[in-house]
């Protein structure tokens, strides 16, 4: 069939079984019955497969025989920590990445388009980010990507302003993968974007549909 050959190409092809299938074509053929999700794949969920992730996604929705209702019985984990989480947050439709809400402590002048380089706060890993809003002093900001995506490209990293350490505050995206919870309530979650998959822990402040907003971020997890 044309559709499994496809989603087994975009695959990891790794066959190592981390998603309880032997084979990477049997995880597949599971995929097409609905009786596993892509989540279930931790290699999927690693940064440079986000391509591969989107196109099956898209392809796994328009599939008659897709159920997201088997969405919400997937186990969640982080694959650094090891941590158990309560959902993935994606990108708000349209959108390249979830938003983040930065406190930069550095004093400089920002404006919307610009682009930063920053490390936030307990992450080790540098992030490379638009900013699309300021208000009362935050940035709202898009990733871009992390330093390997723009390494090499001496033009393109000069554009990027070095603010310094940023601590996140809010992010912002859409759930998937898990239950969509209720307002007031601690949640761990695994941004999309994450290039660790770690998953961060925050306050959920604000639903509308699948919409959430969560402030408090934390990298701990207890």
Do not use: W
């Not at 940035?139 to 990027?160: N, T």
């Amino acid at each position: 069939m044309e559709i499994l050959r496809r989603v087994v190409d975009l695959l990891p092809g790794y066959n190592c079984g981390a998603c309880n299938y032997p084979k990477c074509d049997i995880f597949a053929e599971e995929l097409l019955k609905g009786n596993t999700s892509l989540e279930n794949c931790p290699i999927l969920l690693r940064e440079d497969f986000s391509g591969n992730l989107k196109e099956l996604r898209d392809i796994l929705r328009k599939y008659k025989n897709y159920n997201n209702k088997n969405n919400n019985n997937i186990k969640i984990v982080g694959i650094i920590d090891g941590y158990r989480g309560d959902f993935i947050l994606d990108p708000l439709p349209g959108e390249p990445s979830c938003r983040e809400t930065l406190l930069i402590p550095k004093r400089v002048e920002l404006e919307v388009g610009d682009l930063i380089h920053y490390r936030p706060l307990g992450c080790p890993i540098p992030h490379f980010a638009k900013v699309i809003q300021e208000k009362d002093g935050l940035y709202v900001v898009h990733i871009q990507g992390p330093c390997h995506r723009i390494r090499g490209d001496e033009d393109l990293l000069k554009r990027y302003k070095n603010v310094g350490i940023a601590i996140v505050l809010a992010f912002e995206g859409t759930v998937v993968a898990g239950k969509i919870p209720e307002v007031g309530r601690t949640v761990k979650f695994i941004p999309n974007h994450c290039m660790m998959q770690k998953v961060h822990s925050g306050v959920v402040v604000e639903v509308e549909g699948k919409r959430v907003y969560i402030e408090g971020i934390d990298l701990k997890v207890f």
